[in-house]
């Protein structure tokens, strides 16, 4: 079994603090991604990281960091620099050339 | 900039009913995904498109491509409750040796008995 494993599933935080959110794969490929997902909303880019230790922002990267030290992992941290954290987050891998197999989300709430 | 626009973005029919949605995207790509999201669910891989004129088939779903015309077309041939989930297209976008998917809206079908 496995796949592609986010945690926590659901993570509550208080406005100001940073949070990190888990993605983990065993699926052997390269391309690992973080979406953001607001209510009846399609999915937009924050970081992609086509190989370890490389990462590129995607199209809403302000107030998020990422770090890519293995090949099974791609952490996100939202930031207190993020405006409107709360969001249901979405963890993809992926080939070149090929579709992204999603994880099963986690959703953020900041209070 | 690439845009991947769904339409309509809201469909509600009855069981047993055929419709098409369409996935219009502006720039050049020959890759195009189809995925299905249940409320609260993660995204589910439908079909992967992967040349002009692909068509591919699956159960009462089918999904076709238009590279010329920039659409892809999905086909829902008697509808059944099942069905009922919001449905995305998303369009590769390879730029300088990166590549990324730029997803549309989502189109929200609920079937009804």
């Known amino acids: 079994d496995g796949g592609i494993t986010q945690s926590p599933k659901y993570l509550f935080r208080k406005e100001g603090q940073n949070v990190t959110l888990s993605c983990e794969q065993n699926l052997n490929h390269d391309a690992m991604y973080w979406y953001r997902q607001d209510p009846g909303q399609g999915l937009r880019l924050i970081y992609y990281?086509?190989?370890?230790?490389?990462?590129q922002k995607g199209d809403i990267a302000e107030g998020y960091s990422v770090s890519r030290e293995k090949k099974e992992s791609f952490p996100l941290t939202v930031t207190s620099a993020q405006k409107n954290p709360t969001a249901f987050y979405l963890c993809?891998?992926?080939?070149?050339?090929?579709?992204?197999?999603f994880g099963p989300g986690t959703r953020l709430t900041v209070t | 900039e690439l845009k991947v626009e769904q339409n309509p973005l809201f469909l509600s029919m009855q069981e047993g009913k055929n419709y098409t949605i369409y996935c219009n995207y502006s720039?050049?790509?020959?890759?195009l995904y189809w995925y299905r999201q249940d409320p609260g669910k993660s995204l589910e891989s439908l079909f992967v498109l992967l040349s002009n004129g692909a068509v591919k088939q699956e159960g009462r779903l089918m999904a076709s491509l238009d590279t010329k015309a920039r659409l892809s077309t999905l086909h829902i041939t008697a509808a059944v409750h099942d069905l009922s989930a919001t449905y995305f297209c998303a369009v590769d976008l390879t730029q300088g040796g990166s590549e990324k998917l730029v997803f549309g809206k989502g189109m929200k079908l609920t079937v009804n008995p």
């Open positions: 990281s086509q190989i370890v230790n490389d990462f």
């Open positions: 993809a891998v992926g080939v070149w050339g090929g579709e992204q197999y």
């Open positions: 720039t050049t790509s020959d890759r």
